[in-house]
């Protein structure tokens, strides 16, 4: 079974700390992605990568950071965490190539900045 | 640019009752794909049904249907026969072939069964 795996299903920083959410495919997809999510707003995408090394901004990338160093993982950065950042992130993967190719997701991450 | 507008924020159907609920899309992209995902109160997404810009036919998964009109850019779920496990929010969500594999996804609907 294709697995997404998030280091973290509840997390609680302060503000201004630095965060760090990761996330684990197994299935060697070249996409890889961050989404954000909050009730009425669905999920906005942060970031995506579509290779190693390689990071593209979403339609919502002020506040955050991406790395990855590796095919199977990408983290998200919190440089300084803020409280509008109290949300879920949802990590996904996908393999490159045609529109039809199945998204799988993580189980999500609910951080809470206080 | 891709948009994707679910209308309905919450809706209400009896046990055994089909529902159907919205999705309107807008896209320049000449080749796109439609999803559907569920999240149950648990937060996993689980993938329940696609359709392809191009397939001749409505795309059907068990007792999940697609009312796919393109001309309209609309792609509606239909559940028929609903059972109480199927009380979540529901996202649709699309793809376009110049996208890099990015979803874009509505706002939700939140699907309430009653007994």
């Known amino acids: 079974d294709v697995k997404v795996t998030q280091s973290s299903r509840y997390l609680v920083k302060r503000t201004g700390e630095k965060v760090f959410l990761e996330c684990v495919q197994d299935?060697?997809?070249?996409?890889m992605f961050w989404y954000r999510q909050d009730p009425g707003l669905g999920l906005r995408l942060i970031y995506f990568?579509?290779?190693?090394?390689?990071?593209e901004k979403g339609d919502i990338p002020e506040g955050y950071s991406v790395s990855r160093e590796k095919k199977e993982r990408f983290s998200l950065i919190l440089e300084s965490a803020s409280t509008n950042q109290t949300s879920m992130y949802l990590c996904?993967?996908?393999?490159?190539?045609?529109?039809?190719?199945?998204?799988?997701f993580g189980e999500g991450s609910w951080l809470t900045v206080v | 640019a891709q948009k994707i507008t679910q209308t309905q924020p919450g809706m209400f159907v009896q046990e055994k009752e089909a529902v159907t609920l919205d999705c309107t899309y807008d896209?320049?992209?000449?080749?796109?794909?439609l999803f559907w995902y569920k999240q149950p109160s648990s937060g996993e997404m689980i993938f329940l049904i696609y359709q392809g810009s191009y397939d001749q036919q409505n795309a059907t998964e068990g007792r999940y249907s697609l009312n796919f009109q393109k001309a309209r850019k609309s792609a509606n779920l239909v559940i028929s026969a609903s059972q109480l496990g199927d009380s979540a929010m529901y996202f649709c969500a699309m793809r376009g072939s110049t996208s890099y594999g990015k979803l874009t996804f509505g706002q939700g609907t939140i699907l309430t069964v009653h007994p």
């Open positions: 896209t320049s992209d000449p080749s796109y794909g």
């Open positions: 996904a993967s996908s393999q490159w190539g045609i529109v039809g190719n199945t998204i799988y």
């Open positions: 990568s579509y290779d190693v090394k390689m990071k």
């Open positions: 299935m060697d997809h070249e996409n």
